[in-house]
């Protein structure tokens, strides 16, 4: 059956439904499954939302929706009779984020669903006023639903149509609604579409592959893929290709989001079902950023174990964190010894792009002037004696008197006193430099270093223990 555009009349206002329990005030929707109506529990004054099951191809008689042919009419007839027994699924389910159903009936040869009225935007009205929603703000919105459709799973039913346009904004914060597509799972958390609703597909962009087609297995995993797309939209404010675009080969966009959730959001939106996380509760734990291995305790306190877990891992290199952001959040550590940074102390990062400042302690910023000044009197020792040396062997060569020759000896004698003395300040000093070194310093001399390559920001750390910090603390920007 092939969804055309829906023209049949609504009913008017003031309406009585339901025995006269509610009073109808508006349309206020309509879509390829019925009309959705403000209305008035005529005791209380309560509003709520009525949605009446309606088709393209039926017609409204004095009220009554009619039928053109005898297809529709069975339709219709099947239609209802799978919202009544939906309706009675869902009132059992009670999630703070997901719309309460209160009732279903027959009335008008057809069926209405009485729902909790909800006060606010659908997340995608939200996005297009508000830009993008930050990070925290994105996966609180994405948890609430989450949470909404595991309680729905919980009661073997999948939802099948999450999308931002349904989900609304409330002062408790977002609640899932539009039940449409709700059906019951069985077995092993997998169900067949009965073959009337063949080819009722959800929303290109949010519907997993299987919802394209007629017997694939539709589960949890299908709404973890919408809820993907859903979370991709609120994070980027752009749609992600549909399921069949990107089995074409169209990829998937990658957004300048933290690493660990573009992880979760490729997860959630693989093409097979099988292949994506099985449950919202696995979905979920994908998003929690990775614990830094350090303990951040108060105190600053370096245990032993994770002093050597930075010996160990500082052998292996140097760890590099790719930011598409100058200005970098630096954790209130030093960035050699991954202790308390002092005040004053900041250590100064030299690259072709510009001066930076790190924090750093007032003990390895001096091993690093020590060993600055070591392998500086070094070179100039060294650079020096060179010169010294050759002025000394052409007067020895070309020496013509005993007063010439003297004096050539003499200086090459002093070039190798500048010599050796240029060494022995060097070890001096880089001895004196490795006795201020602790245990868990990285470096000498440069435990950071600075780049810019035009495009992004690339840090370089040799302790990794700030840099898996540095990466914490910088996640949004983190390439
Ligand atoms: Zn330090
Ligand atoms: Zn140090």
Avoid at 415 to 438: D, P, Q, W
Wanted: some cysteine; proline content about 6%; aromatic content about 8%.
């Amino acid at each position: 059956m092939i969804l055309a555009a829906l023209d049949v009349t609504a009913l008017p206002s003031d309406t009585l439904l339901g025995e006269g329990r509610y009073r109808l005030e508006t349309e206020i929707g309509r879509g390829g499954y019925g009309i959705t109506y403000s209305a008035r529990r005529t005791g209380s004054g309560d509003l709520v939302a009525i949605k009446e099951c309606v088709f393209a191809g039926c017609e409204r008689d004095q009220g009554k929706i009619v039928c053109a042919d005898e297809d529709s009419a069975k339709f219709l007839e099947a239609w209802g009779e799978r919202t009544l027994a939906q309706a009675e699924r869902l009132r059992a389910v009670s999630h703070p984020h997901l719309a309460r159903v209160f009732e279903a009936w027959r009335e008008n040869n057809t069926v209405y669903v009485a729902m909790e009225w909800l006060e606010g935007p659908t997340l995608r009205q939200h996005l297009e006023e508000q830009g993008p929603l930050g990070m925290e703000e994105a996966l609180k919105c994405a948890g609430e639903l989450a949470g909404a459709l595991a309680a729905l799973h919980e009661h073997d039913l999948v939802h099948l149509d999450v999308k931002p346009e349904n989900a609304v904004l409330t002062e408790r914060g977002a609640v899932l609604l539009d039940f449409d597509l709700v059906q019951p799972c069985g077995e092993g958390d997998v169900s067949t579409r009965p073959l009337s609703l063949a080819g009722r597909i959800g929303t290109p962009g949010y519907a997993p592959p299987e919802s394209y087609g007629e017997r694939a297995p539709q589960g949890a995993a299908s709404d973890v893929y919408s809820l993907g797309a859903t979370l991709y939209f609120l994070l980027g404010a752009t749609t992600p290709p549909s399921a069949v675009d990107r089995a074409a080969g169209i990829e998937l966009q990658r957004l300048a989001i933290a690493p660990h959730l573009h992880d979760a959001l490729e997860a959630a939106l693989r093409l097979p079902i099988d292949a994506r996380p099985i449950s919202m509760r696995a979905f979920q734990k994908m998003w929690v950023p990775p614990p830094p291995p350090a303990v951040i305790d108060d105190d600053f306190a370096f245990s032993a174990h994770q002093a050597n877990l930075a010996q160990s891992q500082l052998a292996t290199g140097v760890y590099r964190v790719v930011l598409t952001h100058s200005e970098a959040e630096f954790p209130p550590r030093c960035v050699c010894c991954f202790e308390k940074a002092d005040r004053d102390a900041d250590i100064l990062v030299k690259s072709p792009s510009g001066k930076r400042y790190v924090p750093g302690c007032q003990l390895c910023l001096r091993h690093q002037s020590i060993s600055r000044a070591s392998s500086a009197g070094t070179g100039w020792g060294v650079g020096l004696s060179v010169p010294i040396v050759s002025v000394g062997t052409f007067l020895c060569v070309t020496s013509d008197s005993i007063l010439q020759l003297g004096m050539g000896l003499l200086l090459c004698l002093l070039a190798l006193f500048v010599f050796f003395a240029s060494i022995n300040y060097g070890a001096l000093k880089s001895s004196r430099a490795e006795e201020m070194l602790k245990s868990s310093c990285c470096h000498p001399l440069e435990p950071v270093t600075y780049s810019f390559n035009g495009r992004v920001y690339i840090w370089r750390f040799k302790n990794v223990l700030y840099a898996e910090e540095f990466k914490r603390k910088n996640a949004p920007f983190v390439v």
